[in-house]
């Protein structure tokens, strides 16, 4: 059975810090692009970052700077660490592994940036 399950998610000050975690069971975690998307109240979700094996990485333009993706192969796990955090960060953030037509989602993790 195919498990994703995000932690780390919190109500923090703009300016803050957090670091989200997504930990995997049941997949070949290595073989997999690692994927963290968000989706703010009433609009769509969206792509922040991907991560390929070993460390090729992708950014939303909105999180480049401030943000950064990376992964724990040994660990199963990817991580969102997110810096200097707006208001507008604030949503659900999701994990995705995907590996050809294997498309798997965690159940988010709410991140709330206000004062």
């Known amino acids: 059975q195919v498990q994703l399950v995000e932690s780390g998610g919190g109500l923090v000050q703009p300016g803050g810090s957090l670091r989200l975690s997504c930990t995997t069971s049941g997949i070949n975690f290595s073989a997999y692009r690692m994927a963290w998307y968000r989706q703010a109240p009433g609009k769509q979700r969206e792509l922040v970052a991907t991560?390929?094996?070993?460390?090729?990485?992708n950014y939303a333009d909105s999180v480049k700077g401030r943000f950064t993706i990376s992964r724990d192969n040994a660990a199963n796990t990817v991580y969102l660490q997110m810096n200097s955090l707006k208001p507008e960060d604030t949503a659900v953030y999701y994990c995705?592994?995907?590996?050809?037509?294997?498309?798997?989602w965690g159940q988010g993790t709410q991140v709330t940036v206000s004062s």
């Open positions: 991560i390929d094996s070993p460390s090729s990485t």
């Open positions: 995705n592994a995907a590996f050809f037509r294997y498309d798997h």
